[in-house]
């Protein structure tokens, strides 16, 4: 039988009153509630936390708290004092509304380089954390030695977003999945971007702990970020498994096609264990060489 795969959709809004209505229109669509702190006003915060518990009571998924500087996706600049001070207020605010099933995700670098993170982890437990990098640029050199700093802290979850140029940058996304799931650890790994669409919709079937899907198109947190619904009902991604045929659209671009909504709705209405993907890549020949088998 096919495991049903977990999607986390993020809220991201700008004012604390607006986070109710967001979070339960997640809950709708997703399995996991991302709550983007650094997304509110500065002078929200207060607010926000306040009504932590409110929301934690309102809904019974998961969530997982982020407070993301803007050199990592975030959507302003937040130095690594404010990163800590914010860290340190959850970890009190979780003290009085315990919830065992929510996380945090903080960045590896403020873990590898700030002391005052350990006693941190310490208090928020390790088995709660998740250690995330994430590279706007490219793929990374080293990304396997990168992989195995993250997985020497104490994080029980690590995460690694890069940007995909090309649909054969998502190979090594699949390898360092493949890698994970040999050794036991639980890994989030996805290209961004539009080449790197595939690894949002196939992670999961090969080991990626959660995908991301938006609450629409218009909130996207990532580049190439799909709609939880598209993720759902269009690529079908809980039938997705190893056996799975899968199909697509070589070319660039091909984000504008509507070959997927077509051969994906054929694949459903004949009960296929199939999914049409849009590929973007610059060199076909090289696709076909590298991705093909």
């Known amino acids: ?46 607010e926000a936390l306040k009504h932590y518990g409110d929301l934690r009571e309102a809904v019974s998924s998961p969530f997982i708290v982020t407070f993301r500087p803007q050199n990592q996706g975030g959507f302003r600049a937040i130095d690594k004092a404010e990163r800590i001070q914010f860290w340190t207020e959850l970890a009190q605010l979780w003290l009085r509304n315990q919830s065992s099933d929510d996380l945090v995700d903080i960045e590896a670098e403020l873990l590898f380089e700030e ?59 699949f390898k360092l999945l493949n890698r994970a799931q040999r050794e ?63 199909t697509g659209l070589i070319g660039r671009p091909v984000s504008h096609s509507i070959s997927p909504h077509i051969h994906n709705a054929a694949n459903a209405q004949a009960n296929l264990n199939a999914v049409f993907l849009p590929f973007e890549a610059n060199d076909i020949d090289a696709f076909i060489r590298r991705m093909v088998r």
């Open 184 to 246: 036991g650890r639980e890994l989030i790994a996805i290209a961004m971007g539009q080449a790197g669409v595939m690894t949002r919709i196939l992670g999961p079937s090969r080991g990626s702990w959660l995908t991301y899907g938006s609450l629409d198109e218009d909130t996207a947190t990532a580049p190439g970020q799909l709609t939880a619904r598209e993720l759902r009902e269009l690529y079908r991604i809980d039938r997705i498994d190893q056996q799975t045929e899968i």
């Open 115 to 173: 002391p005052a993170m350990g006693e941190l982890i310490d208090r928020l437990g390790a088995d709660r954390v998740i250690c995330s990098h994430h590279d706007f640029e490219g793929i990374p050199n080293g990304l396997e030695q990168l992989y195995e700093r993250m997985a020497a802290t104490s994080a029980r979850v690590i995460k690694i977003a890069v940007q995909a140029n090309d649909a054969t940058d998502c190979i090594s996304i």
């Open 1 to 46: 039988m096919k495991s049903k795969a977990r999607i986390c959709v993020p809220v991201c809004v700008k004012r604390a009153p607006e986070l109710a209505g967001a979070v339960k229109r997640a809950a709708e669509l997703g399995d996991v509630i991302e709550i983007r702190f650094d997304c509110l006003e500065p002078a929200e915060f207060v």
